[in-house]
């Protein structure tokens, strides 16, 4: 992963940008990605709570996505894309978590396939795969849910056939590529395979419907005998095998915490913008004295974002770090990341569920208004934080301190 | 309110009694509540999810509790009512609340709206609206909100009329009568009335779609210069003037209480079932060891609830006893009333929403599927527990302990 | 334990007595027990912040005890005792630890004894120690604590030896009679014997210098080749053997809840007090408009006191009514008053933490003043709840709500 | 406060540097630093739990500080200093915290004494002193405390009088220099000046006496008729004027900042070395298996103090910063450090609480014997956590989210 990577320009941190009547509809560079993603992400904004209510899948958004040039922003520069590091990335994900934790995490998960391209398979499979990324605006799904053993992997002289069902899908709705995984009928090994989602044998079933995240296409796959070559298997170095190959799920948990920070942030600023618009007409001066309880209960969510704020720029900034080790990643270089990452998980999904759960109390009993869908925010982070359990990441930090073991590698530490 | 009352039998405590072939599909006799409520109850549930997505007024249950006899429960014998006093009557409302919150509103805001007429009213008034309500399964709906205070009370020689509109009005959906208030035009007093929710000028409209309670139609009522007649004011003693006619904002707080408790019984039966039956084949001795910290968070959401229970039970003693000394109730009987509801109230907030927010981390992520509708408990208690501010109550508890003032007595308090 | 019991006057319950001129020094009956526990605890308020600094025995207070007659209040009438039930007794506990929990605790602990003799020992062994005790004022202490394994029983022909160290041995100093514990050389039995404390080859040690309950010389007790009688031992039913007898721990457990109550209480009662008084000159209407927080903080303290209060007293009543049973009681009355002693310990220890630690909130920096001592309500609790793990009771409720498994006795269950 | 300032070696920050046989006893620049306070928190920590019980002056503590050269750490190096900016003294403050948290704070504030120098007075004035204090090691003590309004200023010709008294004045036992203030007689306006601590009409009370922090000689100054000439008032531009001189405060709050994170980490220190050492013997693969709940105890435990630990390095960069700016610092400049820092306080004040009294938990009941003093981390920020409420900067957030306002600019703000 040591290709040149590059910050984002500062714009980004902010998400101030004014969008400029000339704003490009497409980045071509690190430079156009602030005033792009800050155009998108008012377009989610506008529909994102009528979207909640309807669920399925969001295609008009995925499409503006892939206009927008943004699924080649991780993508290195020589190979057309933009060339992003992850903590600008999930700066920008973070942005979009605030107004559409669904499509954020779509976008998102596009990237973490892209990376897991990288991160467990030879540069002769991923950068031909990046480059077509790129160029072709593809969209990659997920089918890679390592606790559903239901799919097989059977051997067939010089190539292979997945059979078999998969759950919790994300993205695989409307994409062009699929990253899937299936136990070897013979060894039991997990094999992990690129492939069109179009080829014969796969069907992706519409059955997501969940209270919350409830636009994330993350419904089940059915694989009939679909043929795998040799060369669409990441083998080399394989999954969860090299230190540096053990990055990816942690990539995939600092992604759910920017997505968290996002959801947070987004209830954050809907209480506040219905609080001083609906609730009370509250302007400095306005001589009304403000309610000392939500002024204090104000106050305390911005304590608790701004604590995961900073937890999870650390661990964005030492992931690309780390990253940026290459081959020369060790344990303990993988192990710090894992701690941070962890760290910033277990407080966003805390930190955020307070917020979500409590920007009620301050907004109070008209609030509930179904039209203004301020519950989404709570159905959204309670759905996604239940990804992992949270109280694993609480274990394994405390045999961190106790044992000073560092998490053992798996799909979800 | 010294009319004799009784308590229930046993058998309605434990919610445990079974559906007799022959259970009576009418309570009669007091002996008769526990069946008829089981065979309710178990109805409500087995539609209350779908319900709740569909909102929109539950006209089916409705007409199933005016079958029941039930909305004569609280009515004295000698009126043709059932008799039960407010513990009891409270102990039904939580049960109905562990699987419909929205019914168990309706049905005890029916009870509350009976308690008004009898607290703000003179005897020839009240008796004769409970006999009819007895006789004929009517149902009471509340336009009573005295925060809203658009609509006007208007003097015409021997008669009144309302104009104006008025919001939250619970129940006024589909009932036989309503209970109103209005401002005085001339001396700016809230005037309280009873009338036929049928009369000409009333519309009732139908835009309550909140994100919880979606069934209580809750929407607003306009009054369209609606004549009010001298006998249906509630004038004598009237609103909130002694402190038996204060003890009606106490019932109302009470009521929310038991539903809050109910909720947040129905959230902990809910997470109880799907562990054991869908989540683990937990079965004592089947080898499983059970997650530590999923035994830990049930350990404690009992705890919480059994804290609750108990004080919403002392609380509804209590009531019954201040009740039970009519006109002898003096302001320091009620502020003790006040102080052990707003205990039970602050207590109940926060113990159901920590339980309807934390039952998913028990669960898993399987358990957000829509289809089991496990997040309507926290969007239903998050909504109604906005009906009132629960930091008022807190600082009205501190008034209490460091000055000895019983709360002020209001709507609300 | 079907000896007739009674319950104490109502006056007990509220402590408000006021201690008349010509008020009885030693209780004589029942009706006494409220005037004399009212002196009492006066004193030991007196000098407890004192007495806290210094630790060691409560020689002073232990002699008043002894003097006040209350040493028998559980002891049947017909021995000579006041006949108390365990309800009003923890009443008397719970006044106390308001002021003193180390005293409250040897004096509750001395009525364990007496229960552990009834409990574990037959009536012709009890019955005579209860009559003792009642006419010549004996002290009782525990050196029994079941978890220190390092004295051991040799049988020696008709008679047995007592030889080892006990930790943690409540109540031994300055004690008439011990209840002590050793492991069977042989077949490694609990043997529990009662015999006099100033027996040959017994030495108490003053080694107990503790952060809290820093009089309750909880010590250790070294036996040497301490000779004990058959008779002296209780072995019929002996200890957790029947259900009657596995009341033992629960009667522990519930004295800790109640201690901690009583703790909650005084650190609530001194924070009232301070700020009152030092704080701000708080008067109704002396036009100072008192902090919101602070308000709000004496509310949620309140909540939480109101709530520990009624679990406490509820687990009482449930108490005496399965000891009420005898021989008759079953595994499931026993489980039935485990669980709802588990629940009061949990809600006890967590609500009076955060009172003790968060007082200082609503007192300010002046009140840390060392002369007033308010740290010691927080050192006594913090000490006493980690007797036990109250993650252990969790874990234990949490079976029980999903496996229906009352906790299995223990000397801690 | 524009003079050069410099970064310490990274040393500092992981606190881990050996104490090499040949360590330097003083710092004679910032390369030393590390070392020497490695060798001094040694030495702080083998007496600090016996010096909290005894209390009074750590007298000898003070003479190494003065001998170790770090009295002179945030003067310029140009005046004989070692020119360190606050971001590093800070470590070093939570360095010395983690076991001896008075000392600590009377370290920190002789560096917050030698600053009010340079922020309320003119150069002519500051840098004599800072030069004094480099080459004779003076030890600066705080008689300002602004609340305490006793002590007034008349003046008398061309000189100045203060007479009266002074509370909460730390260090002023065994200083060289006071910072004092007094109001004057005619306009009633502060007034603060630098003077010996040994000028005549002088007299610093030995009486503080509190439950925690119990060696920061913070107890009372009595001024009478003691002599102040022209030149030692810091009136140019005085305090609280400029947007700079209002740092003052910030320094203040950020010192406590660090100290509260420096006692959390001290207990979190001490409960994983008891754990670690004498309630279990830990081993990685010696079988026993850990208990859950304090695996997770101590993982919440960390997130706690990464959180706060990475908020209170964001602030001490905004810090030194915002002072680099010198007097272009500008009203807005200062409020986003002002609220960086309130976010840190209630952070750190809210997780260090939690630590100091749920340690208990992880280390169990042999834990709170009085010789470990494991009770003094929760005396220590109990006492230092009540500088000023907590609530009030909540209530300053919640003014700057709602309102865009920065918090008014005051001694403790």
């Given at each position: 992963?040591n290709?040149?990577?590059?910050?984002?320009?500062?714009?980004?941190?902010?998400?101030?940008?004014?969008?400029?009547?000339?704003?490009?509809?497409?980045?071509?560079?690190?430079?156009?990605?602030?005033q792009?993603?800050?155009?998108?992400?008012?377009?989610?904004?506008?529909?994102?709570?009528?979207?909640?209510?309807?669920?399925?899948?969001?295609?008009?958004?995925?499409?503006?996505?892939?206009?927008?040039?943004?699924?080649?922003?991780?993508?290195?520069?020589?190979?057309?894309?933009?060339?992003?590091?992850?903590?600008?990335?999930?700066?920008?994900?973070?942005?979009?978590?605030?107004?559409?934790?669904?499509?954020?995490?779509?976008?998102?998960?596009?990237?973490?396939?892209?990376?897991?391209?990288?991160?467990?398979?030879?540069?002769?499979?991923?950068?031909?795969?990046?480059?077509?990324?790129?160029?072709?605006?593809?969209?990659?799904?997920?089918?890679?849910?390592?606790?559903?053993?239901r799919?097989?992997?059977?051997?067939?002289?010089?190539?292979?056939?997945?059979?078999?069902?998969?759950?919790?899908?994300?993205g695989?709705?409307?994409?062009e590529?699929?990253?899937?995984?299936?136990?070897?009928?013979?060894?039991?090994?997990?094999?992990?395979?690129?492939?069109p989602?179009?080829?014969?044998?796969?069907?992706?079933?519409?059955?997501?419907?969940?209270?919350?995240?409830?636009?994330?296409?993350?419904?089940?796959?059915?694989?009939?005998?679909?043929?795998?070559?040799?060369?669409?298997?990441?083998?080399?170095?394989?999954?969860?095998?090299?230190?540096?190959?053990?990055?990816?799920?942690?990539?995939?948990?600092?992604?759910?915490?920017?997505?968290?920070?996002?959801?947070?942030?987004?209830?954050?600023?809907?209480?506040?913008?219905?609080?001083?618009?609906?609730?009370?007409?509250?302007?400095?001066?306005?001589?009304?004295?403000?309610?000392?309880?939500?002024?204090?209960?104000?106050?305390?969510?911005?304590?608790?974002?701004?604590?995961?704020?900073?937890?999870?720029?650390?661990?964005?900034?030492?992931?690309?770090?780390?990253?940026?080790?290459?081959?020369?990643l060790?344990?303990?270089?993988?192990?710090e990341?894992?701690?941070?990452?962890?760290?910033?998980?277990?407080?966003?999904?805390?930190?955020?569920?307070?917020?979500?759960?409590?920007?009620?109390?301050?907004?109070?009993?008209?609030?509930?208004?179904?039209?203004?869908?301020?519950?989404?925010?709570?159905?959204?982070?309670?759905?996604?934080?239940?990804?992992?359990?949270?109280?694993?990441?609480?274990?394994?930090?405390?045999?961190?301190?106790?044992?000073?073991?560092?998490?053992?590698?798996?799909?979800?530490?």
């Amino acid at each position: 992963m040591n290709t040149v990577t590059q910050p984002l320009p500062d714009i980004i941190a902010d998400g101030a940008a004014e969008a400029a009547v000339d704003a490009p509809r497409r980045a071509r560079s690190v430079h156009d990605v602030a005033q792009v993603v800050h155009a998108l992400v008012q377009g989610f904004a506008s529909t994102a709570a009528l979207r909640d209510l309807q669920g399925g899948s969001p295609k008009a958004q995925r499409d503006e996505l892939r206009r927008s040039g943004l699924l080649a922003l991780t993508i290195p520069s020589e190979l057309g894309g933009l060339g992003a590091a992850w903590q600008p990335t999930l700066g920008v994900v973070r942005q979009m978590a605030r107004v559409d934790s669904s499509v954020a995490h779509l976008f998102a998960f596009h990237h973490l396939m892209l990376a897991t391209l990288r991160l467990f398979g030879r540069p002769e499979q991923w950068r031909p795969w990046h480059e077509h990324t790129a160029r072709l605006d593809w969209f990659w799904g997920n089918a890679l849910n390592p606790l559903d053993r239901r799919t097989v992997c059977r051997r067939l002289g010089g190539h292979f056939e997945f059979s078999g069902k998969k759950s919790f899908c994300s993205g695989a709705t409307d994409s062009e590529m699929l990253i899937a995984s299936a136990f070897a009928e013979d060894d039991d090994r997990l094999v992990v395979a690129a492939l069109p989602s179009a080829r014969s044998g796969i069907t992706v079933l519409q059955d997501w419907d969940n209270i919350g995240q409830r636009q994330t296409d993350s419904g089940s796959v059915n694989f009939e005998r679909v043929r795998i070559d040799e060369d669409e298997i990441l083998r080399d170095p394989g999954p969860l095998t090299t230190p540096l190959a053990c990055m990816r799920p942690l990539i995939a948990q600092l992604i759910l915490v920017n997505i968290y920070i996002g959801i947070a942030e987004g209830a954050f600023e809907d209480a506040k913008h219905y609080t001083l618009r609906q609730a009370h007409p509250w302007q400095p001066g306005d001589g009304i004295e403000p309610d000392p309880y939500v002024l204090a209960s104000f106050g305390e969510f911005f304590v608790g974002l701004e604590g995961v704020r900073v937890l999870g720029d650390r661990a964005g900034r030492m992931l690309d770090e780390a990253l940026a080790l290459g081959s020369a990643l060790g344990t303990r270089d993988r192990g710090e990341v894992a701690n941070a990452i962890a760290v910033a998980k277990v407080a966003s999904t805390r930190t955020g569920l307070d917020i979500c759960n409590r920007l009620f109390e301050v907004t109070g009993a008209r609030s509930t208004h179904a039209g203004l869908g301020l519950d989404r925010h709570w159905r959204n982070l309670r759905t996604h934080t239940l990804h992992d359990p949270v109280q694993r990441k609480l274990k394994e930090l405390g045999d961190w301190v106790l044992g000073e073991r560092y998490p053992t590698p798996s799909f979800y530490s």
